[in-house]
């Protein structure tokens, strides 16, 4: 009886193992826990570390393309309008340029991509230029709010939070009176 025990205790406790770690079938490396990303988790930095990686690409009735990514570029300059800072001059200001094959078009609408590092999201991608006869080219632009930072995102919870007559230039005289 002891040995009945023994062998379903170990093959429980490998067929745990096997189901917990990520399954290899055709080839390629399937995570079940591999979550679905959303663009506004991934920063600049997490896309641009995926240059010279492939993404699956999700065309529609059942088509699926493969681009790769070759490069991601930062737009450090800070608009102006007029003599003043534009509107969005603190917004996060990047490219990436994606390279397929010229008879895989896709349409320039919301098309979800997959990666194995970085999951699965939705991207707007529009053909640009390309010299090269069997390829083409594709750029999605970001200009979006910069991401908080923790104590940023409390500080902003806090000033939120206080009625709409304090304000930071009153903020020190009501503590020393309270």
Known sequence: MSSRRAFLAGFSTAAAVVLASPVRALGRSFDSRRRASSLDELTFSDLAGQVRTRFRVHAGRGRTV???????????KRPQHGSQPAPDADNERFSLFFCGRRDERLEGRPLKFEHDQLGSFELVVLPIFSGHPDQINYQAVFNRPRKQGRIARLIQARWSGMPARKSASNLNSNQKEG
Do not use: I
């Open 66 to 76: 493969e681009l790769e990514l070759m490069r991601a570029t930062l737009d450090p």
